[in-house]
């Protein structure tokens, strides 16, 4: 077989559902992460060490978020970093996704919230900065297409590409749960659903081993 360079071919435990949620649904979403955003406004993460600022925005919403800054590096907090205000709630529609997909007896407690304009990346890494690597990771994609590219679980293995569009859905579990991803690039005016083009993504995480 030749080679491509999208494929659907892929890893053990990535659960891919293109168009899992209509245009109505991600309307509605999209409603809930506006409120979200007017509440914790998004905003520049900077790298561990280095300081240097990543090209996407983020917030959280749920009772912890992600967050990295120079000085701490990553890690999981009560209180957006700029507000110092405990995160949104996180509101019924995305409780109802991670109850629908996760297939996880316990709540997500976190929602990480991307935003990529038009030159933003994502560069290969794990998410490894849980306690608990037994609740899966869900995913979904809402605005601009990109190119997500998934491989193992060492650096440097081989990588599969596909495109995510908005409305689809992403599980990451098992052998999976740990393995290296990135976003190579988004395709600009690709989807209407934000007025000004870019791509949201969402994750679902559970981060503390429950008791
Ligand atoms: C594969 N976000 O926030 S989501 C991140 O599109 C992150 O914004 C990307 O990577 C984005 O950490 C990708 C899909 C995803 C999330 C977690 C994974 C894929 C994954 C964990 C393991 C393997
Ligand atoms: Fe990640």
Redesign the pocket.
């Known amino acids: 077989m030749t080679a491509r360079t999208i494929q659907n071919d892929l890893p053990e435990g ?1 659960r891919f559902l293109p168009d899992y949620l209509d245009g109505v649904a991600q309307e509605k979403l999209l409603t809930d992460i506006r409120e979200m955003v007017r509440v914790a406004p998004l905003y520049t993460p900077a790298m561990p060490r280095t300081g240097k600022k990543m090209s ?1 925005t983020m917030t959280n919403c749920g009772t912890l978020g ?1 967050v990295t800054d120079k000085e701490r590096g990553y890690r999981y907090q009560t209180t957006h970093p700029v507000t110092g205000k405990p995160w949104p709630e996180m509101p019924a529609s995305l409780e109802r996704i991670w109850a629908e997909l996760a297939g996880y007896p316990h709540p997500a407690e976190a929602c ?1 919230i ?1 935003f ?1 304009d038009a030159e933003a990346k ?1 560069g290969l ?3 490894r900065d849980e306690s608990d690597f037994d609740a899966p ?1 869900v ?1 979904i ?1 809402l605005g601009d297409s ?1 190119l ?1 590219r ?1 491989g193992g679980t060492g650096r440097g293995g081989k990588t599969v590409s596909f495109r ?1 569009n908005s409305g689809d859905a ?1 599980v ?1 579990s098992g052998s ?4 290296y ?3 190579d690039k988004i395709y600009t005016d690709t989807s209407t659903l934000l007025k000004n083009g870019g791509r949201i ?1 969402l ?1 679902l995480r559970r981060v503390t081993k429950p008791a």
């Open positions: 990535v996407v992600w990480l991307n990529y994502m890494h794990q998410d990771v995913s994609s990109c997500f998934v995510l992403v990451l999976s749960r740990l393995a991803h990135g976003v993504n994750t």
